[in-house]
């Protein structure tokens, strides 16, 4: 049984640091995330008794050590949830990407949430979204809300019932275009994670992370986009000062991050353009304008010597027609 999927990355907008349980990846509090599209992973997977083993390829190349490691997670919990004969079969798993990956981008979310989402179909699984996040969530937690798509929540939890993602619904999905300010620097996010609790910022930003979530929550439900995105620019940074006072001390910002920030900084204060930054675990960063601001501010981002893309909100994961199949 073959099936094919495609997801869109997500943007952190209060971003979780750290899990309580790295097997099942289930993090210390709750996260929410916007999904840009049209960046996107596209996974065809096949069960097939013919071959000699789990196969899992992503843009071309075929995974082994750790990163097939997170793959088999999610594999082996859908033939686990799988009533059907054939799940149990060798897979073959190819994913592309139409965007730049390890670069603080999302990759890793849109690439587990469209395995899971393809994995599912394949194994005849009839799962809502919600469900979907779960399996997605074991190859990285933001993949969950990848699943779910748009803006998303993920709640925390100790098991599949409570730590799931939902949509969240908001006026801002339409207004939302994003400038993606590419900063090809290659970032490792999973012994940030897995450091998370050493820094000794790790405390302080669980105990205001609640409020941010609340207020988060609160804005996009009102459609405040100001109040979302300033908050989403503050969260970058608390985020930024828990990794790099962790035992590595995690730098992931370059030159050209710092000078986008400074651009977005002077088109918000000088200019009055509604424009805020926001980074993940990367040197990548995301500038969060409206529509009718956009080309002023790409432009302007593009001026400070990076590649951009404009992106904006993208939908849920889906299973793709037979004709879009990567083999």
């Not at 937690?141 to 990848?146: M, N």
């Not at 989403?232 to 995690?250: C, I, Q, R």
């Not at 304008?289 to 790409?298: I, L, Y």
């Amino acid at each position: 049984m073959k099936a094919t999927a495609r997801a869109h990355p997500i943007q952190g907008l209060v971003k979780y640091h750290g899990m309580v349980d790295h097997d099942l990846r289930l993090p210390y509090h709750d996260s929410i995330s916007v999904c840009t599209a049209p960046s996107s992973t596209t996974t065809t997977v096949e069960f097939d008794p013919d071959l000699d083993g789990d196969k899992y390829v992503v843009d071309g190349e075929r995974l082994d050590g750790h990163a097939a490691d997170r793959v088999r997670s999610v594999v082996s919990h859908v033939r686990e949830l799988a009533d059907a004969d054939h799940a149990t079969s060798p897979v073959r798993l190819e994913s592309e990407n139409d965007f730049p990956t390890n670069v603080g981008l999302g990759s890793s979310s849109s690439g587990f949430a469209a395995a899971a989402t393809a994995l599912a179909a394949a194994a005849d699984l009839d799962l809502s979204h919600p469900e979907l996040s779960t399996i997605a969530r074991r190859g990285s937690a933001s993949a969950a809300r990848a699943v779910t798509g748009g803006f998303s929540d993920l709640e925390a939890g100790l098991n599949d019932e409570d730590c799931r993602s939902y949509r969240i619904d908001t006026p801002l999905e339409d207004e939302l275009r994003i400038v993606a300010a590419l900063v090809p620097a290659y970032k490792e996010t999973e012994q940030a994670h897995e450091e998370a609790a050493d820094s000794h910022m790790f405390e302080a930003r669980l105990s205001h992370v609640h409020s941010q979530l609340a207020t988060m929550r609160d804005a996009l439900g009102t459609g405040e986009f100001e109040r979302a995105f300033e908050l989403a620019e503050h969260d970058s940074l608390s985020l930024a000062a828990t990794t790099m006072t962790g035992p590595a001390g995690w730098v992931y910002w370059q030159p050209e991050t710092l000078e986008v920030f400074d651009t977005v900084r002077r088109l918000r204060n000088e200019e009055g353009v509604p424009v805020y930054f926001s980074t993940d675990t990367g040197a990548s960063v995301y500038v969060n304008t409206t529509e009718s601001h956009v080309d002023e501010v790409e432009e302007a981002v593009a001026a400070c010597g990076v590649e951009t893309s404009v992106w904006e909100v993208g939908g849920p994961a889906r299973v793709l027609d037979e004709s879009e199949a990567l083999f």
